[in-house]
């Protein structure tokens, strides 16, 4: 199985860039590892830009295709254009349309991790059960008990050190937003998000009690530069997405180097 699906410069963006293959299962499925701040299909509210899917579709010739069973890949799940995390591609139109049927029959479960500062006193595991909807006139997926589409969460913390939490998400649906909407709505603001709490990025100066040094002219950077969610973890049931001799599918996902570095020098014993 070829280990990365890799894209030249200015396909998807100035550098090279190689994803991570997870899990193949020909023909039905592959699993990714997308980065944060790389499109992997278009959403409702999602920035404009080439995504993964399109690139994919417009190099049927790859040899890892091949190999993969890819004909024409298409995004089972969504991960959030910001945030990183495993993404299940359908190998063709017909697997995902059985597999995307599936998902929102919540027959696939989706865990995530993410860091945050509590702004009250939360239980240790909580539910959000609340609506949400897409502003028309701007990318932000608000609460709207009347025109809001379901979206239910549940919360559990992993590990405290200091005013910062690690806490574990876990959905069967897939809202655009919904995790840092949810967060938010009960008291979680996660670290580096902006659009909802606007909460700040950690850097090594927030972490030493003597001024951090860094060159002259240069900007220190944040520990992890992205939103400090992602997506760790799906499982599912083969036989309840239409793909026939696929048992009981689990998909893990490291958290990408930053978000790692960022809990270690945090102080988490927590490792994913």
């Known amino acids: 199985m070829p280990q990365k699906i890799g894209f030249p410069a200015g396909v998807l963006g100035e550098n090279p860039l190689r994803l991570d293959v997870l899990a193949a299962n020909a023909p039905h499925f592959v699993a990714l590892d997308k980065p944060a701040g790389i499109l992997l299909d278009s959403y409702l509210g999602s920035p404009k830009g080439k995504s993964v899917m399109l690139a994919m579709r417009g190099t049927p010739e790859k040899p890892e295709f091949k190999r993969l069973g890819i004909v024409s890949p298409y995004a089972v799940n969504q991960v959030d254009f910001e945030i990183s995390g495993a993404a299940v591609v359908a190998c063709d139109k017909d697997t995902s349309v059985k597999m995307r049927n599936a998902?929102?029959?919540e027959a696939m479960e989706f865990q995530y991790l993410l860091l945050a500062k509590p702004v009250k006193p939360l239980e240790d595991v909580f539910d959000a059960d609340v609506p949400i909807l897409m502003l028309e006139e701007r990318p932000v997926w608000l609460v709207s008990h009347r025109f809001g589409k379901k979206?239910?969460?549940?919360?559990?913390?992993?590990e405290t050190v200091g005013a910062f939490q690690l806490w574990r998400a876990t959905t069967r649906t897939v809202r655009p937003h919904q995790i840092r909407v949810h967060a938010n709505e009960n008291g979680l603001k996660v670290i580096g998000e902006q659009l909802?709490?606007?909460?700040?990025?950690?850097?090594?100066?927030?972490?030493?009690?003597?001024?951090y040094k860094i060159g002259f002219g240069e900007e220190e950077r944040p520990l992890y530069p992205h939103i400090s969610i992602h997506l760790s973890k799906i499982t599912?049931?083969?036989a309840e997405t239409g793909c026939d001799g696929v048992g009981k599918v689990e998909i893990n996902s490291p958290l990408p180097k930053g978000f790692a570095t960022q809990l270690k020098r945090l102080g988490f014993k927590t490792r994913a």
């Open 151 to 158: 979206a239910r969460t549940r919360f559990e913390i992993v």
């Open 236 to 238: 599912f049931d083969g």
């Open 103 to 105: 998902m929102w029959s």
């Open 196 to 211: 909802y709490s606007r909460t700040p990025h950690v850097y090594m100066s927030d972490l030493k009690e003597e001024r």
